[in-house]
């Protein structure tokens, strides 16, 4: 079975600050995809940016990138010139085709004006 | 396009009572997903629908639970003799087949139903 792990419970920075979160999932399968949704406080589960595991080139969409290292099945999150708006649970997940998303423990990050 | 929808979006119920929640996904999305997701803790997955099949169901889903998609559009998740570990918020998601520029492989969760069971 799939296994997604978010070692950061809680993270803080200021803003415009950059900051990564951190993410790592067991599998053994080749074809699969990642993501990373943000689930603001009382609102609902938003898509931040999705990795395909067979494309070498990392993902970006406006300030937030992601650093995949399929080999050592590593998958973290930059958001970069942070804003007051970003705070939010951050949580990573994994999919294999079109099936159930697995998700990890989820990372609570706090953006300091 | 108005997104998915969950009815409703709070339920208080007393132990051993019956609920029921509704999920209305995204206009010809296919796929249909419910999970549970307790305090400070990431979703987890219940069950799955294609169309109107429901192909995969957890193992946290008890006989106390059941799911039915009966035309292929809106799903319903029933829980019987609600427990106090029950308590939760329960969340829909949708994906699509593909086309209109919306990639398959996509969920889009609605808001949840927040269930309290005293």
């Known amino acids: 079975a799939q296994t997604v792990t978010q070692s950061q419970p809680e993270m803080s920075v200021q803003e415009a600050e950059t900051v990564t979160l951190s993410c790592t999932y067991d599998?053994?399968?080749?074809?699969?995809?990642l993501f990373w949704y943000k689930q603001p406080p009382s609102r609902q589960m938003i898509l931040v940016i999705r990795q395909e595991a067979y494309k070498q080139q990392n993902a970006t969409e406006n300030r937030f990138s992601v650093n995949f290292q399929k080999a050592a099945k590593s998958f973290s999150l930059k958001i970069s010139d942070s804003q007051l708006g970003d705070t939010a649970m951050y949580f990573c997940?994994?999919?294999?085709?079109?099936?159930?998303?697995?998700f990890g423990q989820g990372t609570r990050l706090t953006i300091n004006p | 396009d108005t997104g998915v929808s969950q009815n409703p979006r709070h339920k208080i119920t007393k132990r051993g009572q019956n609920v029921t929640f509704r999920c209305d996904p995204i206009?010809?999305?296919?796929?249909l997903y419910w999970y549970r997701q307790t305090l400070g803790q990431g979703p987890e997955f219940l069950t799955y629908f294609q169309n109107e099949a429901q192909l995969e169901k957890s193992r946290l889903l008890s006989d106390r639970f059941s799911a039915e998609r009966p035309k292929g559009s809106f799903s319903t998740l029933e829980i019987q003799r609600t427990e106090q570990g029950d308590s939760a918020m329960y969340l829909c998601?949708?994906?699509?087949?593909?086309?209109?520029?919306?990639?398959?492989?996509?969920?889009?969760f609605g808001p949840g139903t927040r269930l309290t069971v005293t």
């Open positions: 206009s010809e999305h296919n796929r």
């Open positions: 997940a994994f999919m294999r085709g079109v099936q159930k998303l697995v």
């Open positions: 599998t053994s399968e080749n074809n699969y995809y």
């Open positions: 998601a949708s994906s699509s087949n593909g086309g209109g520029g919306q990639l398959s492989y996509e969920q889009y």
